[in-house]
């Protein structure tokens, strides 16, 4: 192949990777989870140490200590399943101190539903 040849075809190949590049990372416009995996605000629906919640439709609950960004727990739940979270014991606050490197007196428990039919979510 001569050089001007080769020169010709190195933007098709630009154009190519960059577009097998985005067919396989994929475009979102409105994720259902943010890039650190977390939901997104939008699905926020309650907070605290004491959550007792009804699901209005088939779909997951995420609890969600901000303080150190991470998942305590998901469940999934069907449309009116109650969701409760609380602390019953020292101990049981003692043990999601280590869990989280987060003091009790500092974590902010969130709690954040993601309907089943939202947009962009996954089976």
């Known amino acids: 192949m001569s050089n001007k040849n080769a020169r010709m075809s190195e933007p098709w190949m630009v154009a190519l990777l960059v577009t097998m590049l985005l067919l396989l990372v994929g ?3 409105s ?39 991470k998942i305590v727990e998901t469940r999934s739940l069907n449309e009116g399943d109650s969701y409760s979270f609380s602390f019953t014991s020292g101990k049981q606050a003692g043990e999601f101190e280590k869990m989280l490197g987060v003091k009790l007196s500092e974590a902010r428990f969130m709690l954040y ?8 979510a996954r089976p």
């Open 31 to 69: 994720p259902t989870l943010q890039a650190d995996g977390l939901p997104g605000e939008e699905y926020l629906v309650g907070g605290g140490v004491m959550i007792d919640w009804e699901a209005p439709a088939v779909g997951t609950a995420y609890l969600v200590e901000k303080t150190a960004g």
């Open 27 to 29: 475009c979102r416009t």
């Open 113 to 120: 539903f993601r309907p089943a039919d939202a947009k962009g």
